[in-house]
């Protein structure tokens, strides 16, 4: 009879080892899904627009640089990614596309 019974709990064991061990990496798949909707996904959709915005720059937009300059461009260059912004009445300088940080609204 002991036997029949020893049998019987070796079927039940394997299961919840399988279970155990999902159990085990629930937490740290929990907290990847956290920082993929919290951190990730909002950061990728904002270089996105970031980039888009960069494509989409026109003679006289006014933007602010990373830098914090406020100006209005007179000139993009397509082929060297260079713009040329107006900062006062006689300066003019030429930056990167990637230095602009924003439009001015």
Do not use: W
């Not at 159990?23 to 627009?49: A, C, D, G, T």
């Not at 933007?63 to 914090?68: E, N, Q, Y």
């Amino acid at each position: 009879m002991m036997t029949l019974a020893f049998a019987e709990t070796s079927q039940g064991v394997s299961s919840p080892a399988a279970v155990n061990t999902i159990m085990n990496f629930l937490p740290i798949i929990i907290i990847f899904v956290i920082f993929y909707f919290l951190l990730i996904r909002p950061q990728k959709k904002s270089q996105q627009e970031h980039a888009k915005m960069l494509e989409n720059l026109q003679k006289n937009d006014e933007v602010i640089t990373i830098g914090g300059m406020y100006g209005t461009i007179l000139n993009v260059e397509k082929q060297s990614d260079v713009v040329t912004l107006r900062i006062d009445d006689n300066t003019r300088i030429k930056i990167q596309k990637s230095a602009i940080s924003k439009l001015k609204k």
